[in-house]
């Protein structure tokens, strides 16, 4: 909490802005539209990959958070401590923050496709920035924060070089649906069920589209943004009509997060092809 109490002293509304965009390029959004770029546009092979490090690791965040129960910080009753900043987007548990290990892992993802020194230097600059921005918000510790860069570490190197693996053989994916069921049995947790969800329908998504579809992202450049609007109204669709009708549940949670991933996985490249597939790249 001492950083946090120090950060205050410096609070005031242009830093309160920056904060809160930093926070933003950190949440769940951003991250499915860099997924959703490279698996539609650009490079099929590496958005499945970054994508299952994202959820894959998001997952595991979530079992930690549920394993340890540390409070968030204003539910610990410090003197002093003022009102947090986007609230709303910290949910669950506090320890390890998870929107500074979205971001450390979208870096170190990045960094492994892109090979300039100056993007590297941006990617590192913009995990240290969101790392500081939770802080900054008062809605993690340092702690917290340390500990989702270490995560984040641990699952890009652990999940990637195992999704490696697991594309080389058809049916491979599919050992990750056992994984994420297991995690669900032991923590019932809205924000894992989630993750969950789309774990396991990039799993099966992931079999369907590379044996009977087999999408082809090259495309002219007006059809990639034809792509990108439609495939990202539908996800919303999904997301935000999903939860009117199905509500908040953790069952509901699941299966709305799995048809999102049943979409972007297969469901979108399907529906390109048949509207795309037959104009000249």
């Known amino acids: 909490m001492g950083a946090i109490l120090w950060m205050q002293q410096f609070v005031n509304p242009v830093l309160d802005q920056a904060a809160q965009w930093f926070s933003f390029f950190a949440e769940d ?12 546009c ?19 965040n979530g079992c930690l958070k549920n394993l340890f ?24 548990y506090s320890f390890p923050s998870g929107h500074t290990q979205i971001a450390a892992s979208n870096a170190a993802m990045l960094v492994k496709r892109r090979h300039k020194l100056w993007i590297h230097v ?5 995990t240290v920035l969101v790392g500081l921005s939770r802080i900054y918000c008062r809605v993690h510790t340092w702690q917290d924060v340390v500990a989702g860069l ?14 490696v693996r697991l594309m080389k053989t058809q049916w491979g994916m599919l050992l990750l649906i056992p994984a994420a069921l297991l995690m669900m049995v032991f923590f019932r947790d809205a924000d894992l069920y989630k993750s969950c969800g789309i774990v396991t329908a990039v799993a099966v998504g992931y079999c ?6 087999r999408f082809d992202v090259k495309a002219k450049w007006w059809v990639h943004i034809l792509k990108m609007v439609i495939g990202i ?8 009509g999903g939860k009117a009708l199905l509500g908040t549940s953790l069952a509901a949670d699941f299966f ?14 399907w529906l390109y092809q048949k509207l795309f597939g037959r104009i000249p790249c």
């Open 42 to 60: 650009f490079d099929k092979e590496f958005g499945y990959r970054m994508g299952i490090v994202l959820i894959g690791g998001s997952s595991v």
């Open 208 to 213: 369907v589209e590379t044996k009977w579809i």
């Open 122 to 126: 941006l990617l590192a600059l913009y």
């Open 69 to 92: 129960k540390v409070p968030r910080p204003w539910e610990r009753g410090v003197e002093g401590y003022m009102e947090p900043l986007r609230k709303s987007t910290a949910t669950g």
């Open 150 to 163: 270490a995560v984040a570490v641990v699952c890009v190197l652990l999940i990637d070089m195992l999704v």
């Open 233 to 240: 109204g539908t996800v919303l669709a999904i997301r935000l």
């Open 256 to 269: 709305r997060y799995h048809l999102m991933g049943m979409f972007i996985t297969c469901g979108a490249p």
């Open 29 to 40: 959004t951003i991250a499915v539209l860099i997924v959703t770029l490279y698996l539609w």
